[in-house]
């Protein structure tokens, strides 16, 4: 197992994103029927980020590092998910938006357990 120089980011949906999500026109979403909340859980991401400056960060306090240069990339990752033209996203942007639309949890530590070496793509 190896430790990786990342902190991680757990992000999973709440009811306003499946809202939003379920709103959507079918040609964009190319959904038949709504989704369940539980059923767009199982799509929730893990996003490594830069690794937490100091090992006395609170929950909060390292959630604040982790979103301060990245909320944007986030979010628009998670509303391109669902509309990769961005015709239907909501405005204005905001990390509160963010937080109001998905449950954060960050992780100060992640380590590799996997026994296949790392695949890097870039988005």
Wanted: proline share 7%; net charge negative; no cysteine.
């Amino acid at each position: 197992m190896k430790l990786l120089n990342r902190s991680a980011l757990l992000v999973l949906p709440r009811q306003p994103y499946l809202d939003w999500v379920n709103a959507l026109p079918s040609e964009i979403s190319e959904l038949e029927q709504p989704l369940s909340l539980a059923a767009l859980e199982v799509e929730g991401r893990v996003y490594l980020l830069d690794e937490a400056e100091s090992d006395e960060l609170d929950a909060d306090q390292l959630l604040a590092e982790q979103l301060q240069h990245s909320w944007q990339s986030l979010l628009e990752n998670e509303l391109g998910a669902w509309d990769e033209l961005g015709r239907h996203w909501p405005e204005p942007l905001s990390q509160q938006l963010l937080q109001e639309w998905f449950e954060l949890k960050p992780l100060s530590l992640a380590f590799d357990a996997a026994a296949e070496p790392l695949m890097l793509a870039s988005l």
